[in-house]
């Protein structure tokens, strides 16, 4: 997949050699092509970049631009992935903008011709549109905090993902099992600076005020992606209650 919108970038393939086998062309992708038709290679590429832009902040981070194509390929080599996102973030800015995105591909495919490049838009678009938005991966939670009011509400999220057994409270083993997968610290002192009661468990109201409390000063776009990491890792977490 990574060839059909990103050339040689992704894959290794040169568009000049490389040979393709006829896909089968349902509806859904015949009303892909239809929409293409007469569309300049640039909006093409732009119409690519909605569908990979899951939140529609206008940027794609690493994270969300990696899990897209791990999903998409079903490659868990993450390293590919992010020396391909390097190579789109022409400014190092940790972003792909839109017009990097846009230029990238249009660049990358420019040995194709008209119905070649059309043929992998479509390809490509379809494939990332059908990307289901489910609970336990980044696209899906990305759309669950576009619809939070705040942070409170995402803070929310974020506890229900830790608390599996929806008891209300956290003791220390749970606690450890969720945030050491997301921040190499001492889990026992960060614990206690949760456990404000000193009872051994966490409250979901101590949690979501300290945790929001720590993050205070960081900006909301920010906020927003470092919950959208810790949802899905909590949510990923293998953890049984003894």
């Known amino acids: ?41 640039e909006e093409m590429a732009d119409l690519l970049f ?3 832009d899951d939140d529609d902040s206008g940027n794609l ?3 969300e631009f990696c899990d897209q194509y791990r999903r998409v390929s079903g490659s868990e080599h993450s390293h590919v992935w992010e020396a391909l996102f390097h190579s789109y973030d022409k400014d190092k800015n940790g972003l792909i903008s839109r017009e990097e995105f846009v230029d990238f591909v249009v660049e990358v495919n420019r040995a194709y011709d008209d119905e070649a490049y059309i043929v992998r838009m479509s390809d490509a678009i379809q494939a990332f549109r059908r990307l289901d938005a489910s609970p336990t991966d980044v696209r899906g939670i990305a ?9 409170y509400e995402m803070a929310e999220k974020l506890w229900d993902a830790m608390d599996v057994d929806g008891e209300g409270t956290v003791d220390y083993p749970q606690f450890h099992a969720h945030i050491s997968q997301v921040v190499k610290v001492d889990t026992k002192v960060l614990f206690k600076g949760y456990d404000v009661d000193g009872t051994g468990l966490v409250t979901k109201m101590n949690f979501i005020y300290r945790f929001l409390s720590r ?8 906020f927003k992606e470092q919950m959208k990491i810790f949802i899905f890792k909590f949510r990923n977490t293998s953890y049984t209650s003894s």
């Open 61 to 63: 981070t690493m994270w």
């Open 215 to 222: 993050n205070q000063n960081m900006s909301d776009d920010k």
């Open 50 to 52: 909605d569908a990979f």
């Open 143 to 151: 759309k669950e905090l576009k619809h939070c009011e705040g942070r």
């Open 1 to 41: 997949m990574g060839a059909l919108c990103c050339g040689r970038g992704s894959s290794g393939m040169n568009p000049e050699t490389e040979t393709e086998t006829q896909p089968e062309w349902g509806t859904e992708n015949l009303m892909i092509r239809k929409d293409l038709k007469g569309k300049s290679r």
